[in-house]
Each structure stands twice: as C-alpha cells, then as structure tokens.
C-alpha cells in the first residue's frame, strides 16, 4: 500500500513556497505549477511538504523531473508516494493510491467528474499537481460514506436515482458535498434559506453526465440540502 | 409445461414497482469499480501513437528510439510503412510504459520519427455536390407520388437536416489485458456485449474464444459505441503480450470524441402535401448523410406516418472519418427531425394545430395508432397544450412584458421496436437458501442488475436482499449485446424462465415434507406452502434445506417457452421552450414524455431511461456537433470545452409519464433505452418554429442557426451547415 512507503520525513521550514520573488517563481520549474494555483487563488500560506531531493539554484528549490516522495492528508488520513512531479493529484488518487472515485474523463477542468474537497473548497482534482496539493486537506469520495453506511447525499441520490453509468456520480457527490458544507451551517453562504433550483444550478454548473441523470439529481440534492437547512435552524 | 407467465398484477410484490437501483450504493460511494478504475499489479499504460492527417500514407517510421526510452516495455507497430490511413487519429503505432507520464514521452517521440505523404480527403458530408463518391441507395416508390403531390390542396417543400453528434461516453473505450499464460487472456473491457468481445479478442489474437475471459462489472457509458473490442483492444493484448506485464489501454478524450463512435448526419430535401381536410397525401423526398467511409445505413424517412404517395431515395456520402457506430436508436432521430419537422411545417400551412394534425393522420401509423392517440391524450393534459397552443409566430403567453423573448410549443412521435435478446440465465439455489443468478449480461447504466433481482425475487417470493446477481463476466451463461433495447426483455424473460424451473425443483423435494403434490405448492413471503392452506408453510431456508447436500441449478433461455416479451413501442414528446429572439437562445422549459413499453419490471429505473432520453436530445438539439474542419479534415471542437453538453441548469422541468395497466401488461416486456431519445430533435425544433414564427432547418439550434433563420428565409444559404461555417456557431 502507499502508506507503506516510509519516505522521509519533512523538515519544519523546508518549504517550496515560501518567500519566493516573482522571477525565482518562474524558474522553479516543475515546482511552478504547484505555487501557480496556490498564489490565484491566494492561499501561498500553505506550506507545502518538504521534497526532500530538492536542489538549490539561484536560492530556489527545485524538484524533479525524476520521482520524488510526497505525501498528504486524503480523508483523514496521511498517505504517500513517490512521483514525478508532473504527475496530477487526480492520476496520484487513482494510479497511486487506490482512490478511484474520482474519474478521469475530461482530464482538464471541464467536466467535473474528478471533483474532490481541497480544504473544504471544490477542485478539479485532474487540475492541480500531487505535489501542490501536500500540506493540504483532501476529502474524496471514499471519506463520505461506504454502500453500507451512506452519507445522506448519497443516500437520496441513490433513492432518486440520480445516477446511471454512475461514471459522473462521485464528482456530483463531492460538488454537492462542498454546497453543503458552505450552505448549510447557519453563518453559511445562504444560512438557512431553502436552497432555490437556481442555487442548486449554479452549485452543479461544474459537473457534465451523459446519461442524463439530472432530472433524478435535482429533487435528491434539494432535499438534502433543505432538511439540512431545516436541521440547523431547529 | 411449467407455466412461465408473468404474475398478475395483484400479486406482485416488485415487478412494475419503483425499486431503487441495487447497484446505486457502489456506484454513488466509488466502490464500484469500473475497467478504468481497475489497478492490477505490475500494469503498464498505453498511449496510442495517432495519425493527424484525415487521409495519408505512412511512408516512413521508425520506432527503434522510441523502444530504449525510460520506462518504454512494448512498442507495437499498427499501421506502418506503406499503409493508408483514412481518418484523422486513426491509430498508427502504441507503446506501453511503467507510466502514463513516460508512455506519454514515447508517443510524443513516436510522432517525430513517423512520416507521412498527405492524400486528399473530404469530410464535408453535407456538400454533396462536391463529394468524390456518392453511394445511391435503392428508390422507395409507392403509389403515384407526383401526380399526388401535385393534386395536394397544400404543398411545401424545404431542406431540413442534422450532422454528426458523438457518443462521447464518459468513461473512454478502453481496456486492461493481463495474459494468464501463452494463450490464456484475462480483460477488463468497458464493453456493452462481454459475451460477444471474448470471442472477438480470441479472433483478434488467433486464440480460441474459450481461452479468453472478460471482466465488465460497471461500465460508465455506451450508447451504442462499444460493442467491438476494437482494433485498440487487440493492441493492448499484444502491447501486454512483449512487455510480459498487465496494460491499461483507455482513450484520450479527443480520440473518444474523433473516432470511437459517432451518429450518422442526415440531410434532405422534402416536398409534401395534404388534402385540404389535413389528410396526409403525398411525400417526395432525397436525403444524404455520411456514417464514415462505409454506408450507415439509411433513416426510415417519412418516419411513422405511411403516406399513400411517396417517393425515397437515400444516399450514402463516404468521408474521411472513422466509421459511425450504432448511436442509440440508431437512423430513429434523424427520420424523426427531418420527418416530423415536415410535418409540423405542413399543418402550419394547413392553418391546423399540430396536435389536430397528428390526430387527424394517425391512421397512417399502422398498428400503434390506439397507443399513440392514448398518449397524445395524456401529453395534451400534462402540457395543457390544447388551452395554450397559438398560431406559430403569434408570440404566446403574455410576450409583451418579456421583451425579447418568446414562448414556443412543439410535438413529435416515436416508435421502435425492442424485442428481448438471446440470453441465458443460470439460477442456483443452495440448500443454506441462498440464490443466485448468473448471466454474461451487463449493466451499461439501465439497471439490468436490478431487473434481474427483482424477477428472480418476485418468482422464489423472496424479498430482493436473499438474492444475488452476479452478471458482467464472460464466462457465465452467454447473453446478448445491451443495444436496439433489447437487454431487459432478454435477461427478464430468461431469468424468469429460470428462476420457475429452479422453485420447481425446490418443490419437487420439499413436496413429501408437506405430504401434498409439487404442483400444490407456492413460494409467497419468504415460505414455500401448499396453494390455498397458508397454515402449511416451510420457511424459505427450511425448504431450500430438503435439496439435501447439493445446490440445483436451472436454466433459463430467451427465445423460449411461454409468452413473455414482445416488440413495438410508442411514445410521444411534447416540449416548451423559450427563444431570445435578440441573441438566439434557445431554452427548454419544460418536456412532456408519455411512452409504453409493454410490462415495466422497475418503474423508477424505467422512468430513468426515459429522463436521459429527453436530457441526450436536448443536447443534441441545443449544442452538439461534430465540426469537422473541411481543411485539414480532423474533428476541431475535442474537448467538453467545445463540444457542448446541458449542465444541470439547462434542460428544463421534465415530466415522464408510462402507460400502464392491464392491456399494456398483458404485451410482455418491450425494451426503453432508445424510444425517449428519438423525438426530443424533432419536439423541441417544432417548438421554436412555433416561438419564432420561423422554421431553424437544421439541428443544433445554436443562436447564429436561429437568427440567420430570423434573418432570412430558410432555405437561404446563410444557414448551411458546412464545418466551416459551423465553426463560429457554435
């Protein structure tokens, strides 16, 4: 298993994106797609996980293009592998650690069927590099429920029949697990109003299926979301 | 004879009932693992050297580089030197890596050490007077179609048509081969016929058939487009074969879009008439299309409606592209657009209703006439059409305070036929009681996991929990190919014939225990008990215990005895929408669905089918399109980016309604996936022609189609559909 890895362990401070300038950001290399999300979306503040093959140039770490240990923290629970660092986080879940809920399909931010929690935000996960995504809180679709035990999304898109080839369905899952999770506390993104068809709407626009299961998604989702609303309120 | 006949319906505990899918916990928690998802140790990637030109010779290539790069195991040669490629991203060479990163490289290198000498090629199917070839199919001639039409009291004549649209399966084509011994091959195929690709991949690698197993538990996604193993389901044996190694072969999404299954287009020029009651009189029409290089067969075009005066002809337009593939319903929605948009044109000029039209000609329907005016009916109350129709282009419903926007109803007819497939069904009973059924069938997302369960269940009374189903493995008892709608007839009827014998098998041994004949026993409730005395009961584990040691085990076939399937199915769709008649947008608001099927085992996934089937046909009818560039001769729009799909927010309220009830029981079972998928093309185009006061005559419906429209006169060549003109449309 990958836990069984044992890679290095990181050292406070040996950090990749930590105070770098403009120009030594964009000749770190392989490293530059990590920091590029990070600095967007402006959440640099999150150390990244020490690569303990890094080299130094110009004062810049650098990492790469051969594999090298990374880890992270996917449902709780701390994981690793050793990976080229071009290597997405989504091929890590799948290829690497035996997280295959999350689907490639489009394999570059458009479908949604990869859709994973990155410290409780929505994300692409075929759109972020493993190695950027250490340091991290990841949830997948494996941390919500099992077929014995569903998460009560998952309960009522099984009991709307929200899903046919079921290819699409996690990352519907996930999308609305991150609506949820912003919506549905009081203090939330819309606090204890009943979700709208439209809120609904816009929480899913991320996510394409082809067998056509929104009709099944729609009531199953809203259902959810209210009785989670009425809940807090109560 | 064993009575095999399908329980009344008071008696049914399950059948026709709405039952969640069985297999929705694994499939909604990721637990359900599908060929891509399948990780075997030690398995190399493949990535598939493609050819960019849409017709050229490989001239020269040479791979020797590529098989010493880094992580580099197989390399194999597909088409080399000499051979002529006809279609963009047809595949030229594969390798397979220690990982999809360094399979990546080699292909990369690959395409560097390839040469090739361009041919010419054409992809513009609907230019037909500059197509190179033409294949002309036989002309359909009944009764005296000219001399009608010119008789008729009205006449129309116009061009309507639309291209190709891909399956576009979310889960690629692709395989995982892992090779047992010299000649012993295990898969995981995302496949819609796993009995059928065991014996393909045995002709593909000169092994027997015997020698090859196939895994398809969940499969994300078919259409229609994966009943071959095709040509990359060989190569990824071979590949796995030199490295010695399991490999994963999964396409990129652009060649999923390019070349692993497309639907036919069709275009035609129509002239009609009717007399001036609105009887349907005459019909003359040609029509073109291209499936590929191959003939794809031709739309049944007038599509329902037998006109007494009609003359056809189809003609088949070769292209430079892969062949087209079997897209559900297959040459159904093209018939339907070209066909019904005619005919709502028609009843136009006739000053008529549509609805009136139809009703007015539903003789001409043929057998299937009693249940189109009954759905016709009921479509007519869900969508309060006959209170809220109004002359196309007189701006409905309250208009003048939307502004630009303006409302629309349309209405189309479908039929097709879904009579249930060869296939075979074990059924065991163990003496524990447990049951199980076996049938290399597979689940391409329509519930056949759970139509399966619920007849076995509803046979042996059991409830759905005691049984299992075990389907998606080649070496279980052959089932047929999941396309043409025929999977739930098939497994239905031959699991029920299945699970009869094996309850009378059960009975044959637990009848001295209750001191009566067999044939005075019932399973009810979870007991086997005499018929008529409940008193007299075994429970089910109890009387499974009287077989002793050794569990039985029956089989159920279809074809086979008893009356329990049947072909023909009819449906109606009727649909709202709303047109921007500034920028051309065009939204569904509402679809209506009234469609039978014959005997429903699970209402709720039955009533699934039919929701897909409106949301694939908004789709189609919205935004898709394969835009082949007449240039370089490739698919330009390869991405969810371009080529479109509705989101969530974009298909409007939806309403389904299945007949059911005695006389539609007492049909058998009729298959569902195609018959929704048909109209919607047509529905939804009769719509914005009734929003807009113009007709848009060809699919998508993108907003430059229906402001040129707006703009001008159908027929005017600013509509055309060529790739090149598509392009900015869409």
């Known amino acids: 298993m990958a836990e069984d890895h044992g890679n290095e362990r990181s050292e406070p401070g040996d950090q990749v994106a930590g105070g770098l300038s403009r120009r030594d950001f964009l000749r770190t290399g392989a490293a530059a797609g990590a920091l590029g999300t990070a600095l967007l979306t402006g959440e640099a503040q999150h150390p990244a996980t020490a690569v303990p093959t890094a080299r130094h140039e110009a004062g810049v770490e650098l990492v790469g293009p051969g594999a090298v240990p990374m880890s992270w923290r996917i449902n709780g629970r701390q994981l690793q592998a050793t990976l080229e660092p071009r290597v997405t986080l989504l091929d890590a879940l799948r290829d690497h650690l035996e997280l295959t809920g999350a689907k490639r399909v489009c394999d570059r931010g458009t479908c949604g069927a990869c859709t994973v929690l990155i410290d409780g935000r929505t994300a692409y996960a075929c759109s972020i590099l493993a190695i950027e995504a250490q340091g991290r809180s990841i949830e997948t679709v494996e941390g919500l429920g099992t077929p014995e035990h569903l998460h009560p999304l998952q309960a009522a898109i099984v009991a709307h029949d929200g899903q046919q080839c079921g290819f699409c369905t996690p990352g519907f899952v996930m999308a609305a697990k991150g609506w949820l999770d912003r919506r549905g506390h009081p203090g939330g993104q819309a606090g204890n109003a009943a979700p709208t068809a439209a809120e609904l709407h816009r929480a899913l626009s991320g996510n394409f299926c082809r067998c ?19 809940s807090e309120g109560a | 004879m064993a009575d095999y006949s399908w329980p009344e319906a008071a008696s049914r505990r399950l059948i026709g009932k709405r039952i969640a899918r069985l297999d929705g916990p694994a499939k909604v928690t990721g637990a359900a693992k599908y060929t891509y998802d399948v990780h075997r140790p030690g398995m190399l990637y493949a990535k598939v050297l493609r050819c ?3 017709h050229a010779k490989v001239v020269e290539l040479d791979l020797s580089q590529v098989e010493r790069m880094p992580g580099v195991k197989a390399v194999v040669v597909i088409q080399g030197e000499g051979a002529e490629i006809q279609w963009a991203l047809d595949e030229v060479a594969a390798v397979a890596a220690a990982s999809e990163e360094q399979a990546a490289d080699a292909v990369r290198a690959a395409a560097a050490a390839v040469r090739y000498e361009v041919l010419p090629h054409f992809v513009d199917d609907y230019q037909l007077d500059q197509a190179p070839s033409t294949k002309p199919g036989e002309e359909q001639s009944v009764g005296d179609a000219a001399g009608e039409l010119a008789r008729s009291a009205v006449r129309l004549r116009r061009r309507y048509g639309l291209p190709r649209v891909a399956h576009n399966c979310l889960e690629a084509h692709g395989h995982i081969c892992e090779w047992q011994d010299g000649d012993h091959l295990a898969t995981w195929s995302s496949s819609q016929a796993v009995s059928a690709a065991a014996t393909q991949f045995g002709e593909g690698l000169g092994i027997p058939a015997s020698n090859v197993e196939v895994h398809t538990e969940y499969m994300g996604g078919g259409f229609g487009s994966k009943f071959n193993i095709d040509s990359w389901g060989v190569v990824c044996a071979k590949l796995a074969k030199q490295a010695g190694a399991p490999v994963r072969l999964m396409l990129d999404r652009d060649a999923e879009l390019t070349v692993a299954g497309d639907r036919p287009s069709a275009w035609a020029d129509v002239e009609l008439g009717a007399l001036a009651d609105g009887t349907l009189n005459a019909w003359i029409s040609s029509s073109w299309g291209s499936g590929g290089l191959v003939s794809a067969g031709s739309p049944p075009i007038p599509y329902i409606f037998e006109v007494p005066n009609l003359r056809h002809r189809h003609t088949a337009v070769p292209t430079h592209t892969a062949a087209s593939r079997a897209w559900r319903a297959p040459n159904h929605p093209q018939a339907c657009l070209i066909t019904l948009s005619a005919l709502d044109d028609l009843a136009d000029r006739l000053g008529m209703d549509p609805l009136q039209f139809f009703n007015k000609n539903l003789h001409l329907t043929g057998p299937r006439q009693r249940f189109f005016a009954e759905e016709l009916a009921v479509a007519d109350r869900l969508m309060d059409w006959s209170r809220r129709w109004r002359k196309r282009g007189s701006a409905t419903q309250g208009s003048a305070s939307r502004g630009p926007e303006r409302k629309g109803l349309g209405l189309s007819m479908h039929v097709w036929g879904g009579r249930g497939h060869a296939s075979n069904c074990d059924v065991t009973v163990y003496p524990d009681g447990a049951v199980e059924a076996r049938l290399s069938t597979q689940d391409i997302g329509t519930g056949t996991r759970t139509v399966v369960a619920i007849v076995l269940a509803e046979t042996l009374g059991l409830p759905l929990a005691a049984v299992q189903v075990r389907i998606g493995d080649s070496q279980y008892p052959t089932s047929g190919a999941s396309g043409g709608s025929t999977t739930v007839g098939g497994v239905s009827s031959a699991t029920r014939r299945a699970a009869v014998d094996a309850l009378a098998m059960v009975f044959a041994k637990v009848a001295p225990q209750l001191g009566v004949a067999a044939d005075r026993l019932e399973a009810v409730d979870g007991q086997v008990r005499v018929k008529g005395e409940p ?21 159920g076939t279809n ?14 769709q009727m649909a709202e929408v709303s047109v921007d ?4 947008i065009v939204r569904v608001d509402k679809m209506v669905t009234v469609q039978e099927c014959g005997l429903i085992i699970d209402l709720q996934t039955a009533e699934s089918q039919v929701y897909g089937g409106m949301i694939m046909g908004i789709s189609y009818a919205l935004s898709e399109e394969k835009v082949l560039d007449p240039i370089t001769g490739r698919m330009l729009n390869v991405d969810f980016d371009s080529y479109k799909l509705p989101g969530i927010g974009d298909v409007g309220e939806l309403v389904v309604e299945m007949m059911t009830g005695p006389e539609y029981d007492r049909r058998g079972v009729v298959g569902l996936g195609e018959p929704p998928v048909v109209s919607p093309g047509a529905a939804i185009a009769n719509a914005v022609a009734n929003a807009t006061g113009v007709r848009v005559p060809f699919l998508p419906l993108t907003p430059q189609r229906v402001l040129d429209a707006l703009a001008g006169p159908p027929e005017s060549a600013a509509s055309a559909p060529s790739a090149a003109s598509a392009v900015g449309r869409t």
Not at chain 1, 212 to 230: E, F
Not at chain 2, 540 to 551: C, D, E, H, Q
Not at chain 2, 559 to 572: E, F, R, T
């Open chain 2, 581 to 584: 008649l500034e920028t051309g």
């Open chain 2, 559 to 572: 074809p086979g005895p008893g009356d329990l399937i049947n072909s023909g199915s009819a449906g109606v």
């Open chain 1, 212 to 230: 056509g299961t929104y009709a099944g998604l729609r009531p199953a989702l809203l259902s959810v979301v209210s009785a989670a609303g009425a």
């Open chain 2, 535 to 555: 008193s007299r009961a075994l429970p089910w584990k109890r009387a499974a215990g009287a077989l002793g040691v050794s569990p039985v085990t029956a089989r």
């Open chain 2, 52 to 54: 960019p030109h849409a």
